[in-house]
């Protein structure tokens, strides 16, 4: 930056300079007369195009200083509005976290209703287990609040697990997708039994097993499944998901196929917990 400013006073004495000696052979020649007209004239032509050249430079020079003056106003500019879209791309995602979670809590209060029969209590999901689905998640309420082993938790439109461990302010709750889980179901419409078990391998897919059909069931495509009264430990009447492929077994004697969960397993943070157990109740 410094080498470009002395240039610059350079130039601009070299101009000074030029116009000094024009301006001095001019008025030599007026003060002398004719006889002087030829160096005049002389001088001009040698030094005209010198000058114009040295102007031409100097406003080459402004010109770039206004240039980079107009470019470092735009960098400011652009700095700025980054800074401002930065925010609001916050709020943004901000607002739409917070109607993610409107929305659910409204589901929750939905599912409370739908189940009215049920004594039942919201809570938050503090923790999970290291796989992409909640197949088993801590909630923020224990013993404390009432909570106990085998009490049935619901989410979205239906069943998600089953309380399996407590503590004084928490909860462990054992998701219907686990591997070792199974629920005793029934097909709503023609009550045929069948058992959903849990697989996490196949909820990759989007699904779990359905199996043990009788194989003159007539459970049909995207039936509705859910808890009967034979299970041990979930109350009956829970919507579980949808029958999906449906296909006899190769023994001959049995169906089975794929249930897809009502639960969404990935997107979980506020759960319902039943407080009352299938043991409780009968």
């Known amino acids: 930056m410094k080498r470009k400013l ?15 000696i024009m301006l001095g052979a001019i008025v030599l020649s007026y003060a002398y007369g004719e006889g002087l007209s030829s160096i005049r004239n002389t001088v001009v032509s040698i030094f005209s195009p010198a000058r114009n050249l040295v102007i031409s430079i100097r406003d080459s020079i402004d010109e770039d200083k206004q240039s980079k003056s107009t470019k470092e106003e735009l960098m ?72 106990e082993v085998d009490m049935n938790v619901l989410w979205g439109n239906g069943l998600a697990g089953l309380v399996t461990e407590v503590g004084e302010g ?47 069931a007539k459970i049909g495509e995207y039936e509705r499944i859910i808890t009967s009264t034979t299970s041990s430990k979930y109350l009956p009447g829970i919507l579980i998901g949808y029958a999906y492929d449906i296909k006899n077994d190769t023994n001959g004697l049995t169906k089975s196929g794929y249930l897809i969960p009502v639960v969404d397993f990935k997107h979980m943070e506020h759960v319902l917990v039943v407080l009352t157990t299938k043991e409780q109740m009968y």
């Open 6 to 20: 002395n240039f610059v006073f350079k130039i601009k004495y070299a101009l000074i300079a030029l116009t000094i």
């Open 76 to 147: 400011s500019r652009i700095e700025a509005l980054e800074s401002e879209n930065e925010a609001l791309n916050q709020k943004l995602g901000d607002y739409n976290s917070d109607m993610f979670e409107l929305n659910e809590l409204r589901d929750l209060l939905a599912l409370s209703e739908k189940y009215s029969d049920f004594q039942t209590l919201g809570a938050t999901i503090i923790a999970k287990d290291t796989s992409n689905w909640f197949s088993e998640f801590t909630i923020d309420k224990g013993s404390e609040d009432g909570i």
């Open 170 to 216: 928490y909860s462990i709750v054992t998701s219907i997708i686990q591997d070792d889980m199974n629920v005793s179901a029934v097909s709503s419409s023609t009550r045929d039994t069948c058992i959903v078990s849990g697989d996490l391998e196949l909820m990759e897919k989007g699904y779990v097993s359905l199996m043990y059909i009788q194989n003159d």
